[in-house]
């Protein structure tokens, strides 16, 4: 038999194993019990409850560290301009305006008037989102966004709605680019990019799959 000394060093050393480490309730646990059973009391009939100042100082607490992260930060909201433009016509394009502006150019010089006015016309819409102008994603028709640019460019209406014509006569229609689509194109991409929108607030808008 050990003697009391050998005994408490035993029982300190079982203690400390980490299956006992681990069962030790937490400071947040303990705090958890304490205010629950703060609260049990208060509904007891005829109990005499009197102020526990535990429980109370850490709703308090909570309480104001609510009040300081919302002072600091704000209402926690999604900020839309924020959100990348990434997919282009159906496809993972993650091109900018400019490089689809020489990809554009590239397939003019080439001769290539169909791809260069598919181009162009992704040109204007990736130059709209990256101004967060129109907000951009795969899925929906040129006509809804040139439809939504135009909230933005009015005077300019006409010219989008005419390159959407031109964007789905060549893309689905099956008609061949010309030179005069893509010139058209390209002098309202460098329109756009000179004008100032009537307003900065995005517009949600999808590109032409």
Do not use: C
Request: hydrophobic residues 45%.
């Amino acid at each position: 038999m050990p003697d009391a000394p050998e005994a408490r060093d035993w029982l300190i050393e079982e203690l400390s194993k980490p299956e006992y480490t681990a069962a030790r309730p937490s400071l947040f646990d303990l705090l958890s019990q304490e205010f629950f059973a703060w609260l049990a009391r208060l509904f007891q009939p005829g109990a005499s409850v009197g102020l526990d100042w535990l429980p109370v100082a850490v709703v308090g607490l909570v309480i104001a560290g609510l009040v300081v992260a919302l002072v600091i930060w704000g209402v926690p909201r999604v900020n839309r301009r924020s959100r990348p433009a990434t997919g282009l016509f159906g496809d993972d394009d993650r091109r900018t305006a400019s490089e689809l502006r020489r990809a554009a150019a590239a397939a003019a010089s080439a001769g290539d008037w169909t791809l260069a006015v598919l181009e162009q016309f992704r040109a204007v819409a990736r130059g709209l989102a990256e101004r967060t102008i129109v907000l951009v994603s795969p899925g929906t028709t040129a006509h809804d966004v040139a439809g939504r640019a135009s909230a933005a460019f009015p005077a300019a209406s006409d010219d989008l709605a005419g390159a959407a014509d031109v964007f789905d006569r060549v893309r689905y229609l099956g008609s061949d680019g010309t030179p005069a689509d893509y010139e058209r194109l390209r002098r309202l991409d460098g329109r756009l990019q000179k004008d100032v929108p009537v307003s900065r607030e995005p517009i949600d808008a999808e590109v032409p799959a």
